[in-house]
């Protein structure tokens, strides 16, 4: 079965200061990844996925995921965070074209001034 | 990236009540579409998986008789909540597969979602 893991449920950072979100995930095959960003009330916005490739994979609003097989990790990274970046950070895993993802427990982001 | 929308955005029913949500793909054809639910402050749940033209694919612990999915066409599918009782007072997310072909990648768009609170 396909799990994943965000061991941190809230994390605070500075505006300006650097973000790293934890992923870690199970799966029996070749993952897919994928990293969405849900602000309040609203629905999931994809910030990056990997499929193949780089390891290292660029997003959106500045936002990079580094994919380590052996470490079963995928975790999220931005150098500086803007107070718009406050938001729920979901990672997600899932399979083969058509396969269902299978959702984090998320990390909320609070951004101080 | 292609578009989902998902409507309406809050609903209010009241208890033994039946309550319709749409999702649509505007700009491509979805063979496959997902609902999810969502509790406060929680991750999301997938209740079943929706496929075009045949009957849809719940999840363990999910009822199909109250969750009834209908993905009559390649660019809609409805979730209707039947009998709605408080307890199904939740977020629900609906996403649609954009299918790049044999071989190729793909990658789930998510609709806004449903705020549904039954009194």
């Known amino acids: 079965a396909q799990s994943v893991t965000q061991p941190d449920i809230h994390i605070t950072v500075s505006e300006g200061a650097s973000l790293e979100l934890r992923c870690n995930y199970s799966y029996g095959a070749t993952p897919y990844l994928f990293w969405y960003v849900q602000s309040p009330g609203q629905g999931l916005q994809l910030l990056l996925k990997y499929f193949s490739g780089d390891t290292l994979v660029q997003g959106i609003k500045g936002f990079e995921a580094e994919f380590k097989r052996s470490q079963s990790s995928f975790n999220l990274r931005k150098p500086s965070v803007h107070w718009s970046d406050a938001a729920e950070y979901f990672c997600a895993v899932g399979g083969a074209a058509g396969n269902k993802l299978t959702f984090g427990g998320g990390t909320r982001v609070l951004v101080k001034p | ?119």
């Open chain 2, 1 to 119: 990236g292609a578009v989902v929308s998902q409507h309406p955005s809050r609903v209010i029913c009241k208890s033994g009540t039946s309550v319709k949500i749409e999702c649509r793909s505007l700009d491509f054809q979805a063979t496959t579409m997902f609902w999810y639910r969502q509790f406060p402050k929680q991750s999301l749940m997938l209740m079943a998986t929706s496929n075009e033209g045949s009957k849809a694919t719940y999840e363990q612990g999910v009822e199909k008789d109250k969750f009834l999915i209908n993905h009559a066409s390649l660019t809609l599918s409805t979730l209707t909540v039947t009998s709605a009782h408080p307890e199904d007072s939740s977020f629900y997310i609906c996403s649609a597969r954009v299918w790049a072909g044999a071989g190729g990648n793909t990658e789930a768009f998510f609709g806004q979602g449903t705020r549904l609170t039954v009194v």
